[in-house]
C-alpha cells in the first residue's frame, strides 16, 4: 500500500507560469520529502520538509506541511522548460521498520 | 563524490533465466533499498537493508530475494524471471535515521521475454 500519493497525475502549463501539486498521506508522518526525477534518471531530493517547519523554500521552490490535515503541497514560481519532471512526495514510515513510502508522482510539462 | 552505481543499466532476460542486479555506494551509508517502478504506480519498495545482513521486506518481496555482504554493496536476485518481473529497477541508499535524504541510483530496465 502507498501512504502518500498526488492528487493529480499529470499537469501541463506555459512557461512563466506558477504551478502548485499536491500530496495527501494517510498515516502520521514528521517529514515529507519531495523528490524530482527527469526522463531516464533516478529521483533526487528537491525538499525535505519537517512537521516544525510548515513551509519551506528553496529558489523558486515552495513546500508546505500541513500534519492536521496530512496533506503537503510543492509549488514551483515562474516554471521553466527545464522544470519538466515527474515529481513525487514520500513519507516516513515506521511501524516495524523504517522506509520511505512513494507516492504514484505527477508528471508537470512546462511547454514553451 | 556521492554515488549509487547500479549495474547493468538495460538488461534483457529470456522466462526462467536468473537475473542479477547489482548497486554499490560510496557514502558509507547503512542503509539500501531495492525498488521498482512501474507506469503510474510510483516506487515500490522490493526489500530495505539496514546492513550488512540485516534485510527486510517491502511491499513487494515475493518473487525476489536479496543479498548484503559488504556495506557499500546490495544485490537483488531474481531466481527464474518472469514476464511480470518487466521493469525498471531503483537502487537507493541512505543513512540509518529519519529525517535523511535518500539517494538514487540511475536504475535498470530490465525486460523479461
Known amino acids: 500500500s502507498q501512504w502518500g500519493e498526488e492528487n493529480l497525475q499529470a499537469l501541463s502549463i506555459q512557461e512563466g507560469e506558477d504551478v502548485t501539486m499536491n500530496c495527501s498521506y494517510k498515516?502520521?508522518?514528521?517529514?515529507v520529502h519531495w523528490y524530482r526525477q527527469d526522463s531516464g534518471r533516478g529521483p533526487a531530493l528537491i525538499i525535505l520538509?519537517?512537521?516544525?517547519?510548515r513551509e519551506k523554500r528553496s529558489g523558486r521552490l515552495r513546500a508546505t506541511l500541513d500534519t492536521s490535515s496530512q496533506s503537503s503541497s510543492l509549488s514551483i514560481t515562474a516554471a521553466q522548460c527545464e522544470d519538466t519532471a515527474v515529481y513525487f512526495c514520500a513519507t516516513e514510515a515506521s511501524s516495524g521498520s523504517w522506509q520511505l513510502i512513494f507516492g504514484s508522482g505527477t508528471q508537470l510539462t512546462v511547454m514553451p | 563524490d556521492m554515488k549509487v552505481t547500479q549495474m547493468p543499466r538495460y538488461l534483457i532476460k529470456r522466462m526462467g533465466e536468473n537475473v542479477l542486479l547489482e548497486c554499490g555506494q560510496d557514502m558509507s551509508h547503512e542503509t539500501m533499498y531495492w525498488y521498482r517502478q512501474d507506469p503510474g504506480l510510483g516506487l515500490q519498495l522490493i526489500y530495505i537493508?539496514?546492513?550488512?545482513?540485516?534485510?527486510s521486506e517491502g511491499d513487494i518481496p515475493k518473487g525476489y530475494r536479496v543479498s548484503r555482504k559488504k556495506r557499500e554493496h546490495f544485490s537483488l536476485i531474481l531466481d527464474s524471471a518472469k514476464t511480470n518481473q518487466t521493469s525498471v529497477y531503483f537502487c537507493a541508499s541512505s543513512f540509518l535515521f529519519a529525517n535523511t535524504e535518500v539517494f538514487f541510483g540511475k536504475g535498470t530496465r530490465l525486460t523479461v521475454v
Open positions: 498515516t502520521y508522518t514528521t517529514v
Open positions: 537493508s539496514y546492513d550488512v545482513d540485516s534485510n
Open positions: 520538509i519537517r512537521s516544525n517547519e
